[in-house]
């Protein structure tokens, strides 16, 4: 098939993400799939959050970066427990894009001595 010039085209990164011919389980979070040991088994374009190739996410290294760096200031401060509104699993917003319809989260200082 010949694409004709002009034509936009665009992935569809969530179906490619939850694709079950490519992933075992690919409703449940697991991070174990990204281990080195793991990694490898991984097809090139199976998994591509920042796109792929000579047009791949020009912040992809910066967005990284500073998700790492958010995440350890946040997990060093607080504990994130469920709550009794977290609905698990979660409900999607239609929209497309990846994003539950209700999170719910308890944030505890990591310091108090409290559990409610």
Not at 9 to 34: C, S
Not at 84 to 98: A, C, N, S, Y
Request: contains cysteine; hydrophobic residues 40%; aromatic residues 8%.
């Amino acid at each position: 098939m010949k694409i004709p010039e002009g034509m936009q085209i665009a992935v569809p990164i969530y179906i490619l993400h939850h694709n079950e011919k490519l992933w075992q389980d690919p409703e449940k979070f697991d991070p174990e799939r990204f281990s080195a040991e793991n990694k490898a088994k991984i097809k090139p374009c199976q998994f591509m959050p920042f796109g792929f190739g000579p047009r791949i996410c020009i912040g992809k290294r910066l967005a990284i970066t500073e998700m790492k760096i958010a995440l350890a200031k946040l997990l060093r401060e607080f504990i994130l427990v469920k709550c009794d509104k977290t609905k698990i699993p979660p409900k999607e917003l239609q929209t497309g894009l990846i994003k539950p319809e209700d999170m719910w989260l308890k944030v505890q200082l990591r310091s108090s001595e409290e559990s409610d």
